[in-house]
């Protein structure tokens, strides 16, 4: 893996405070009782993580970054990145939060400051509107987050959005339901291997080619007993990556995976018009529709040097099990008969190919090494 994430923000540990009395310092992370290298965060006099509401936060984004609230839609958008459904207010001052990660790069993005992002086959597309954590239903009415979405006349792309989470170590393997006869486990069944025939672009392996994830089998899916946070115990159902990811020798970040499942089930609905209608009347995601455009579907990661990913060893591994998923998906959405409906981006965009020192605050491209220019 190469250097700790946490070295990366070595300078900025030591920062502060100012006569405002902001500075970045070491607190206390959610849910955990003790102090942690992971934990670093900014804050104004002390403030914990999980003290921190929406007004504080906006003034740490001034005081150290030098964004710029004044008009309503930057304000309605700090909204948005804050209240997802993965806690994104507590996790959004720590120095390596992907969410903080991906406001500070596309937040500027309007009609006077549009942005070109590669699509496929040498193509590009301008966009001049960025939304933050969009809900798209998935299963059971239950919403999927995706970071970022941008949009133009002719296009809405939905983009996760990655940090340093690819780096860490991880098991092969995620949680799919008790239940799994649902939309969920349907595409899950679709992307087990289900010959043996030289086939080397899986990802779900199950030791019995006729057996498919509803039936339960344990070659495709080990069922669990774990602890609730109150106690009680529930049964769960895992599916393992090909290779069995707990053994895999190549590093891998299945979470990006199972997230992108989620994404497509979600933008497949926001398609069918089956949208998240729990929006506030004034919420500016509300009025995002698909209804004459190409919609499009990718994920973007930030791009260590050697020091932290070495040989980019980490970022390339995942880079596969993205194209392979990409490639599987291309076959599921032509069997949902909506193969002109959604578009894939077939390969990992990068923040280091999209975003430089032009364009971006300088204060952002400082805290994130981009190089001058």
């Known amino acids: 893996m190469g250097k700790d994430i946490t070295e990366f923000f070595d300078e900025w540990k030591k920062y502060g405070p100012d006569d405002d009395g902001v ?31 929406d007004e504080n936060i906006q003034k740490i984004l001034e005081a150290f970054f030098g964004l710029d609230f004044s008009n309503d839609d930057a304000k309605k958008a700090l909204k948005e990145a804050l209240h997802g459904n993965g806690n994104e207010a507590k996790r959004f001052t720590t120095f390596h939060s992907s969410s903080l990660c991906a406001f500070m790069h596309f937040l500027g993005i309007d009609e006077k400051h549009p942005i070109d992002i590669p699509i496929n086959d040498n193509k590009s597309m301008k966009f001049n509107k960025a939304y933050f954590e969009y809900k798209n239903i998935v299963t059971g009415g239950y919403p999927s987050n995706v970071d970022v979405v941008l949009e133009s006349k002719e296009a809405i792309l939905f983009l996760e959005c990655k940090f340093s989470e690819y780096l860490k170590n991880q098991r092969g393997e995620f949680r799919v339901g008790k239940n799994a006869d649902n939309e969920y486990a349907k595409v899950i069944n679709q992307l087990i291997k289900q010959n043996y025939d030289n086939e080397t672009d899986t990802l779900f392996v199950g030791k ?11 070659d495709i899916v080990e069922t669990k007993t774990e602890k609730t946070d109150d106690g009680e115990e529930k049964e769960t159902n895992f599916v393992y990556l090909d290779g069995d990811g707990r053994k895999r020798k190549k590093p891998y970040y ?66 596969k099990d993205y194209k392979t998923l990409i490639k599987k998906l291309n076959e599921i959405k032509i069997e949902d008969k909506i193969e002109d409906k959604i578009y894939f981006i077939n390969d990992l965009l ?24």
């Open 208 to 218: 019995d080619k006729n057996k498919r994830l509803t039936n339960v089998n344990k």
């Open 254 to 319: 299945l979470a990006g995976i199972k997230q992108m499942i989620a994404h497509y089930i979600g933008v497949k609905n926001f398609i069918k018009n089956n949208k998240y209608s729990n929006y506030c009347e004034d919420d500016r995601r509300k009025c995002l529709n698909a209804q004459g455009k190409d919609v499009y579907l990718g994920t973007i990661v930030f791009k260590f040097n050697k020091e932290f990913d070495n040989e980019s060893r980490r970022l390339e591994a995942y880079r």
């Open 23 to 53: 500075f970045a310092t070491g607190s206390y992370v959610p849910g955990n009782n003790e102090e942690s290298d992971r934990s670093y965060c900014f804050s104004i006099n002390s403030q914990k993580q999980n003290e921190l509401n």
């Open 350 to 373: 990068t923040y280091q190919d999209n975003f430089s020192t032009k364009n971006l605050p300088g204060k952002v491209s400082t805290y994130y090494k981009y190089p001058k220019e």
